[in-house]
C-alpha cells in the first residue's frame, strides 16, 4: 500500500503532519492509477450497454441506444448508414474516454512532473 512507501516513511521521519502527507504525497501518487481505472471503466459501460441493448436486454424502449439502433438496423440491409453511424458514434466516444484518461494520466503523473 501507499502508506508503507519509503518516501511517506521519510517525509514522516522529517515531521510531516498527517493532512501535509496524505495531500502532498498519497494524493498525487494515487490520482493516476484512479484516473487510468476510471478511463478503462467508462468506455467498458459504454460498450457494455450497447452490447446488451444490441441483444435487446438493455435499456427499455422510449430511451435510446446506440446498441438498439444498431440492432435495428440490421434489418435493413440495404441502408448501410443506419448501422454504421452509431457504430462510429460507439466506437468514437470509447477511443476519445480513453485518450482522454491517458492524456490526464500522462499529465498528472507525479514521476513525469519533477
Known sequence: SLREKEYVEAARSLGATQRSIIFKH???????????????GIPGAIFGEAGLSFLGIGIND???????MVGVAGNY??????????????????????????????????????
Not at 498519497?26 to 478503462?40: E, Q, R
Not at 476519445?96 to 507525479?110: E, H, I, M, W, Y
Open 62 to 68: 422510449p430511451i435510446p441506444s446506440w446498441g438498439k
Open 26 to 40: 498519497l494524493m498525487p501518487n494515487s490520482l493516476s492509477p484512479l484516473l487510468v481505472a476510471v478511463s478503462f
Open 77 to 114: 440491409w440495404t441502408t448501410w448508414h443506419l448501422a454504421f453511424f452509431p457504430t462510429l458514434a460507439i466506437a468514437l466516444s470509447m477511443l476519445g474516454f480513453s485518450f482522454v484518461g491517458d492524456g490526464l494520466r500522462d499529465a498528472l503523473d507525479p514521476k513525469l512532473i519533477e
